[in-house]
């Protein structure tokens, strides 16, 4: 099944990548991510933050500031709360431990600018914005029991950060950035996934 | 197109190493943590006009549509456990033929759902080609009763029966109803713990 999951990653790594190689236009980061909830996400789900995620940018660059393409990751969320006693029904009460637990996998279209592009600097910052799909997977279980609802919801996200390249107008380097994540859940009384993630890794051209 | 295919395998070996690190909540259960008290009441139900109850001196044993009666040692600790927290809130025991206010049934459930493997045999070709076996282009044949398993899961439940007012009403009204499911529920050592929940999360059981 893990197999199965990670298959749609590498096919559209492949595809994007074959379409653009030859341009030597194309460029990756891969990042780790650390991963805040937000709001109802925080106050209703987990508040817990999640130290298990990744990010991964396949991006074109159309100009010296800006570079457009695909977005992916995966981010995984879980708390578990100490027994506590919920009202199940009309007359009914249930005593247990609560475990939630989300998977968010965002495939986003990415837009990425570099104000000072073309400037002599050995840190350029950069601005990104990404809208699209928040594939998410929320598991909830009151003691052993419970269940999961696997959707896709819009997804935006906003963020900032800097590149620092290898060398001087190098087409490598480090990548360090944050980004605000509105992922669309609305179901069952819950509202969103939103979530702020810090992120670094390398950027790197794919050709 | 080397480093290309490097990057590839990089991503998707982190990718991969992520998938794995995923908390997956059952696996940070303890048994304890696995159960679940559930209790329902008669929202009409006066619980402090009670005084007396009376319980059933063995459980009965519900296995996906037949029953019968048992005492195994951990019912009869759920039987000593139902008398300490009912006596611990004002209920007085009493014999059956002495007209109690309350009956209490104890009752251990099985249900058992039955499934099928039908994916993995529907594909068998496709991970063991016949070719293999030096029988290219023959299907396999699979006998329909192969591949079938059954998953059996347990609860404990203890139903309170209003007696009092049988006569008046011309039923037996379940007044209260407690749930015990989870793993350990069948150990006599768990027995107390869970009647305790139960009446823990139902303040109203009072008789006065």
Not at chain 1, 15 to 22: D, R, Y
Not at chain 1, 58 to 78: A, E, V
Not at chain 1, 159 to 184: C, D, E, H, W
């Amino acid at each position: 099944m893990k197999a199965l999951k990670i298959a749609p990653f590498v096919i559209c790594i492949l595809l994007v990548s074959q379409l653009n190689a030859q341009t030597g236009k194309v460029k990756m980061d891969i990042q780790y991510s650390y991963a805040l909830p937000l709001g109802s996400f925080k106050n209703d789900v987990i508040n817990n933050s999640s130290p298990r995620g990744v990010t991964g940018d396949i991006l074109y660059n159309l100009n010296n500031k800006l570079s457009l393409g695909l977005g992916l990751g995966f981010q995984d969320f879980y708390q578990k709360y100490p027994r506590d006693v919920y009202k199940t029904g009309g007359n009914e009460s249930t005593s247990a431990v609560l475990s939630n637990s989300v998977q968010i996998i965002p495939v986003l279209a990415k837009a990425e600018f570099y104000p000072l592009e073309g400037k002599k600097s050995p840190v350029q910052p950069y601005i990104t914005a990404g809208a699209g799909l928040g594939i998410t997977s929320f598991t909830q279980y009151l003691g052993e029991f419970g269940g999961t609802d696997n959707s896709a919801s819009f997804m935006l996200q906003g963020g900032a950060g800097v590149i620092v390249p290898f060398s001087q107008r190098g087409t490598s380097g480090f990548k360090l950035g944050a980004n605000y994540n509105m992922v669309s859940y609305k179901k069952n009384g819950f509202n969103n996934f939103d979530n702020l993630n810090v992120q670094a890794g390398l950027f790197f051209p794919l050709k | 197109m080397k480093s290309k295919h490097l990057v590839i395998a990089a991503f998707a070996l982190s990718t991969a190493t992520f998938f794995g690190c995923t908390k997956e909540p059952l696996n940070n259960l303890n048994q304890e943590e696995t159960r679940i008290y559930v209790t329902n009441k008669d929202s009409t139900a006066s619980f402090s006009s009670y005084k007396t109850y009376s319980i059933s001196d063995s459980v009965a044993v519900l296995n996906n549509g037949s029953s019968f009666k048992d005492l195994s040692p951990s019912d009869q600790a759920y039987i000593d456990a139902v008398n300490k927290y009912m006596q611990q809130r004002g209920y007085t025991l009493v014999s059956k033929e002495s007209n109690p206010d309350i009956g209490i049934d104890v009752n251990r459930i099985y249900n058992t759902a039955t499934g099928y493997y039908s994916d993995y045999w529907d594909g068998y070709g496709g991970y063991w080609d016949p070719y293999y076996w030096g029988y290219g282009g023959y299907d396999y044949y699979i006998p329909s009763s192969y591949g079938i398993y059954q998953i059996t899961e347990g609860a404990m439940s203890i139903d309170m029966l209003d007696l009092k007012n049988a006569g008046s009403k011309n039923s037996i009204d379940v007044i209260w109803n407690g749930l015990i499911r989870g793993e350990g529920i069948f150990n006599a050592t768990n027995a107390d713990s869970g009647v305790k929940a139960l009446f823990d999360q139902s303040a109203y059981l009072q008789s006065n």
